[in-house]
């Protein structure tokens, strides 16, 4: 059965119209999500002019229902096969929004994501902060504003649950 969560998430996104306002602010990305698994999620991302499989980001997502309002996502790095960082998230108003829980480190940079996503619309920033000094490291500043990315309407099947492979 798919959550109300997976209903939403499943699918592929893409910034494009937000690439062309301003191409070197904001690049053209893709944004994958796939259910492998009960409670198991396969998210992609790449940047428009690579292919799927050159991915810069690929991780499993965990998914514990703490009720129907409320799921925790672990990460699992598939690049790196290490853990990465948990989301939490609440569904209000028609829209999900996720946030780092707790303390997420990585590489000596503590990791600051937001994602929003309503099912037609997703939203995300992460940012990079040195643990050490403080300063921005990656991603977006929070002045900079979110990506901002729409559904594509493909004919993929997003829930491979029930797909046969040869």
Not at 65 to 84: C, K, L, M, P, R
Request: hydrophobic share 30%.
């Amino acid at each position: 059965m798919t959550s109300l969560f997976e209903s939403m998430i499943l699918g592929h996104f893409r910034n494009r119209k937000q690439a062309f306002t301003n191409p070197t602010k904001w690049p053209q990305i893709n944004v994958l999500y796939q259910k492998l698994a009960e409670n198991t999620l396969d998210l992609k991302q790449w940047y428009n002019y690579q292919t799927e499989e050159t991915a810069y980001r690929h991780y499993h997502l965990t998914c514990e229902y703490i009720d129907e309002h409320t799921v925790i996502t672990s990460a699992f790095n598939i690049d790196t096969q290490t853990d990465g960082c948990q989301l939490q998230w609440g569904y209000h108003g028609g829209w999900w929004f996720g946030e780092v829980r707790g303390d997420c480190i990585l590489r000596n940079t503590r990791v600051k994501s937001e994602i929003s996503f309503n099912g037609t619309l997703y939203q995300s920033r992460d940012t990079g902060i040195d643990i050490d000094t403080g300063e921005f490291r990656w991603g977006k500043e929070e002045e900079e504003g979110l990506f901002r990315f729409e559904r594509l309407n493909t004919e993929r099947e997003y829930d491979l649950t029930n797909v046969t492979r040869n």
